[in-house]
């Protein structure tokens, strides 16, 4: 592995934990960030969240800049769901995340939620990372669709040598020669990670697999692991979902799993 001085100082250090003050990442805890693939109103924030709240998780997502495969897809609410992303933690005092996918957005993405989110097409844009590097914004980094674990732990080490420290990363799946899922969720990449760094790893079932019927059980797996949390789509009708409904849980599905989580918490020694 090539010199990685960010990512081995941390080897040396303590481990790497984000405190939001509602909830921390990296602790020993398990976080679940919830929410839907696009923020498509108010209304759908609000009742996610207000769910996400009532089940005792904190942390919510909710894409508002789309990096869709055709351009002729809903592409996000853009700036208006950054307001919608405000609105939604001022009111139900949760951590939201949201993909930042333009230097330029930075700024104000930054301004208008607690996370940012570098998507997996973006994971070697570089002077993105370089940006996000200048914020001290935390920020979930997630692996690129066909990315080694050396290029991801090196697209972490450009946004460390920039000064903010503060980077999850996130296993969401690569992309492999098998078709029936929508990519290959590669768990053992996230021990690989964890012995290497000291950084948060979290695990995206919902875009690992494509298929809502496989997000519980790798949530089983990703805790089995160790994994400090796990991100996935939740949606009030996924039947409706204006984006990757096919892999959104509803809340019904959402409360069992929150339930096997809570459940799982003691088995697997988290706090
Ligand atoms: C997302 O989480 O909204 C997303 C687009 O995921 P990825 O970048 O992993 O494809
Ligand atoms: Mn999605």
Redesign the pocket.
Known sequence: MNALPEIKKMETAHKTTIDFGRGTIGDGSFAVIAGP??VESREQMFMTAKVVRDLGSVFM?G?TF??RTMPYSFQGLGVDGLYILDETRKQYDVVVTT?VMSTEMVEVVAKHVDIL?I????MQNFDLLKKVGRTSTPVIL??G?SSTIEEWLAAAEYIMCEGNKKVIL?E??IRTFEKYTRNTLDLSAVLAVKQISHLPVIV?P??GTGRKDMILPMARAAMAIGADGI?I?VHPRPEEALS?GEQSINFDHFTQLMQEVERLKKVFHYC
């Open positions: 693939c696009a997502r894409g789309k990096p993909e989110q998507g997996s097409r973006n997630k692996r669709l996130c969401r799946g995206d919902s875009h991100m789509e990757d």
